[in-house]
């Protein structure tokens, strides 16, 4: 009954994600044209900088909501209201410090902003209004909305979503028609920022005090919380450098190409990151409902039912995963060319070899396992994925140009994710030899690697569709997309047992709904 229970929630989860990525990934091209064409290139630099400068900030809270959800899942499935009440508490006291290191690391840099937006033509005020409005929003996080962690490790992520995200919608709504109709439209947009945050809080808090009635805090207790449970500062710690890691791993890229080549191929970068960004939100949005249901399948199964689901979600993602990025490096030139230009279109080899790192990153479930099993204690990894990344990217760059600096990205996504993360969780979770885990992923990838030449061959061949316009495109992405599913499902129906499990489990959830 707890296995329906868990797939159900899994189900509702994934749904809610779904219907508002695609809203959002509409809203996303219309917002960006209008933000442009009314505000200007400049106004929108100075948006992301902002945004950018205190995600760096942010990098205080890395490890501990994560760490918390850990804690979270044993209590929660066993209905231990003290515990669950004693770890948000913590979590609170934690998040003040936090809040209070942002609030000081924020009035620090500020005091720079004269020298760091010297070259912009926007108003210096813009810069401040815009950043503190983003401070606003993440500041209320630390001291008001961290709660909501007990909903995202109960398998009621789609809460959390439906009352974050339907303000969202009707805030770029509003801020779309503000910035083409009114006077000082960013003005308009920064308040509208700020007023869609405090809305959020309070809708968020009403909906976790409906869903948890008896859940308080007592954040002054938090030093004897601490104390009482040592694990989770412990797990922070840890998760600090994974998160670190990653965030150096996004963040060198962009500034390695713009030191071998010129904004304009930073920006064609750009465009593609774009699209590739919007599919990895859409796997993301599917997988989404699974990852509390991880947490909570680690703490209730043996390894051996664990180990069979995370081959089932694996392939779920690998297939998924292949499928679209076969058709981001078949189709995107085209998309490129049909909505900004052929100017900005890519080279083949860069293009191939930053789809592979987008199948990496779109694809990686073993992070899952390893989070909801508390395995986070290999902190060298992350900071040998990005000094990996950042050497090999220079080294290859400067003998290769655009293709040795993807190849070098890569290169350590291979050696790192694929290799050592997949090593690990067999090594240290399930307490088996990894030779299995590289056998089956191998397999895996011939056998995606077979449909996605297949389906070249079919669509190249076959359809001989030309693409003149968004239309044409439409129909020709369709049909390959179709195409490419169909053979990756005949491929693993007959030769991959994982893939098997994973249409019965879904028969089986069909025929109870």
């Known amino acids: 009954m707890a296995v329906v229970s868990r797939t159900a929630r899994v189900i509702q989860n994934a749904k809610i994600a779904l219907i508002f990525y695609c809203i959002n990934l509409i809203l996303q091209f219309f917002s960006r044209k209008i933000f442009l064409d009314y505000l200007g290139a400049e106004l929108l630099g100075l948006n992301t900088t902002a945004q950018n400068l205190l995600q760096f900030l942010n990098l205080a809270e890395s490890g501990i909501g994560a760490a ?122 920064m308040v509208l920022e700020v007023f869609a945050s ?9 909906c976790i005090k409906n869903e948890y009635p008896w859940l308080t805090s007592r954040i002054n207790e938090g030093r004897s919380l601490n104390c009482q449970y040592p694990f989770i500062l412990n797990k922070t710690k840890q998760l600090f450098f994974h998160k670190l890691g990653g965030f150096v791993l996004n963040q060198t890229t962009p500034l390695v190409i713009y030191f071998f080549y010129s904004l304009t191929v930073v920006a064609i970068y750009g465009n593609y990151l774009f699209v590739m960004s919007a599919c990895l939100l859409f796997v993301d949005a599917l997988a989404r409902g699974f990852y509390a249901g991880v947490g909570n399948l680690v703490s209730k199964s043996d390894c051996s039912t664990i180990k069979k689901v995370f081959w089932e979600l694996y392939t779920f993602k690998l297939c998924v995963a292949g499928v679209i990025t076969h058709g981001i490096w078949y189709l995107s030139d085209s998309f490129i060319t049909l909505w900004i230009g052929k100017e900005y279109v890519m080279p083949p080899v860069p293009l191939l070899l930053l789809t592979m790192t987008c199948f990496i990153q779109m694809s990686r479930t073993c992070d899952v396992f390893l989070g909801a099993m508390g395995l986070y204690r290999d902190v060298w990894a992350p900071i040998i994925e990005s000094a990996l990344n950042l050497t090999l990217s220079i080294l290859l760059g400067y003998y290769w140009g655009l293709s040795g600096v993807f190849l070098g990205v890569l290169l350590s996504q291979i050696v790192v994710v694929v290799g050592w993360k997949g090593y690990f969780l067999y090594m240290s979770g399930f307490k088996k030899s990894a030779r299995e885990y590289f056998e089956s992923y191998l397999k895996k990838i011939v056998l995606l690697t077979i449909a996605s030449i297949l389906t070249t061959f079919f669509v190249d061949k076959v359809i001989l569709f030309n693409i003149t316009s968004f239309i044409d495109w439409v129909v020709v992405a369709f049909l390959t997309v179709v195409t490419n599913w169909i053979l990756t499902g005949v491929l693993f129906l007959l030769f991959d047992d994982s893939f098997k499990l994973l249409i019965l489990r879904v028969k089986q959830i069909l025929r109870k709904r």
């Not at 405090?198 to 009403?206: G, P, Q, V």
């Open 198 to 206: 405090i809305l959020t809080s309070i809708n968020l808090n009403r």
């Open 68 to 189: 918390v959800a850990f804690a979270l899942y044993k209590p929660l499935s066993q209905n231990n209201r003290q515990e669950i009440i004693d770890i948000v508490s913590l979590q609170g006291w934690f998040y003040r410090w936090v809040g209070l290191f942002v609030i000081a690391g924020s009035i620090v840099l500020m005091a720079f902003f004269p020298w760091i937006f010297d070259k912009t033509e926007v108003p210096l005020i813009y810069a401040y209004g815009t950043f503190i409005a983003f401070l606003f929003s993440a500041i209320l996080g630390y001291f008001v909305n961290y709660k909501m962690i007990v909903l995202s490790a109960d398998q009621k992520e789609y809460k959390i979503t439906i009352e974050t995200q339907r303000v969202k919608v009707i805030k770029v709504f509003i801020q779309m028609w503000a910035i083409w109709q009114l006077p000082d439209g960013y003005l308009w947009w």
